[in-house]
């Protein structure tokens, strides 16, 4: 069975930070290619960094020099560093991976991030 473990959500004052943890279990960790996505109230998900299997990265505007996002093939799992982090940055944070070498794709429950002014 396949599963995707966020954590590390919570409350922070704006200008904080979090690290966010998405630990897989029952896939090939180093063969998808593993995303942050986040949702807010009202809004549409929208894709806040990515990491593929070879270790590029990308990132969203809005967060770029603020985020990082790593993994740890060893450790089947995934990080998103949040710096300096805003009001509007709060959201529910879902972990997302897809295969590269089929169409499957997986998602997390999601973890809250709620950043007060």
């Known amino acids: 069975q396949v599963q995707l473990a966020e954590s590390g959500g919570g409350l922070v004052q704006a200008g904080g930070s979090l690290r966010l943890s998405c630990v897989a279990s029952?896939?090939?960790?180093?063969?998808?290619?593993m995303g942050w996505y986040r949702q807010a109230p009202g809004k549409q998900r929208e894709l806040v960094a990515g990491i593929t299997s070879g270790v590029s990265t990308n990132y969203a505007d809005s967060v770029k020099g603020r985020f990082t996002i790593s993994r740890d093939n060893a450790k089947n799992t995934v990080y998103l560093q949040m710096n300096s982090l805003k009001p509007e940055d709060t959201a529910v944070y879902y972990c997302?991976?897809?295969?590269?070498?089929?169409?499957?794709?997986?998602w997390g429950q999601g973890t809250q991030v709620t950043v007060s002014s």
């Open positions: 029952g896939i090939i960790f180093r063969l998808f290619d």
């Open positions: 997302n991976g897809r295969s590269t070498r089929s169409p499957r794709e997986y």
